[in-house]
């Protein structure tokens, strides 16, 4: 079935240190996983998408890589600051073309 | 550009009623999709209208239910409401299917069910 899960569930992080959030999926066929961010009480937002034919994709202080292999995917945020205390969902998208999410992680900087 | 608008922002029905959500597209975007968040569950996809025609549907009753018009506008609607259809409901449009493009998320609605 379709299948994502996150880990951790929650995670907190002193200002300045990297977070990193961890996705699995079912399906090997998967070949497209975008991460949103939804800051509290707003809508969630697409800040960065990778696609099977590569491991690794930087965009400034967040990173997503990929490991076919294993069917995991994870998002890498650096230097981390307050505004990136937010849920941050991960997707994979199935054979169907269907994108299923995770039930989001909230991570939590602390000043 | 305006962004994805949903009306209305807020909700409070009863057992047994139905509702109808609506959602406006970004101008250009042909495809829309519907999510339901609830605490805990992140979202789960609902379905995905493109071109007026349903392309994809998640794994929830035949209570729900969509549409879309010829000008992109979407409209969800749930038949006889339980107290676990709570939720925030979000849609989401993206200029070709989901699959391929990034979402835009509107604000959601917040239905209640007393």
């Known amino acids: 079935g379709e299948n994502v899960e996150q880990h951790p569930s929650t995670l907190s992080v002193q200002e300045g240190d990297s977070a990193v959030i961890k996705c699995t999926y079912s399906?090997?066929?998967?070949?497209?996983f975008p991460w949103y961010k939804q800051e509290l009480g707003k809508r969630p937002q697409l800040i960065i998408d990778i696609r099977s034919n590569v491991g690794e994709k930087k965009d400034q202080r967040i990173a997503v890589t990929l490991n076919k292999t294993a069917k995991h995917f994870s998002l890498h945020i650096t230097e981390t600051q307050p505004e990136d205390s937010a849920v941050y969902f991960c997707a994979a998208l199935y054979g169907n073309n269907r994108l299923a999410f995770g039930k989001g992680n909230q991570v939590v900087v602390i000043p | 550009k305006a962004g994805v608008t949903q009306t209305p922002r807020y909700l409070i029905k009863t057992r047994g009623q139905q509702v109808t959500l609506s959602c406006s597209p970004i101008s250009g975007h042909r495809s829309v999709s519907w999510y339901q968040q609830t605490p805990g569950q992140g979202l789960q996809f609902l379905f995905e209208y493109f071109s007026e025609t349903q392309r994809n549907k998640g794994n929830f009753p035949g209570r729900f239910s969509g549409r879309q018009f010829s000008n992109s506008r979407s409209e969800m609607n749930v038949s006889t409401l339980e107290l676990g259809d709570s939720a925030l409901y979000l849609c989401?449009?993206?200029?070709?299917?989901?699959?391929?493009?990034?979402?835009?998320f509107g604000p959601g609605t917040r239905l209640t069910v007393l």
């Open positions: 399906d090997s066929a998967s070949n497209y």
């Open positions: 989401a449009s993206s200029i070709g299917l989901a699959a391929y493009n990034e979402q835009f």
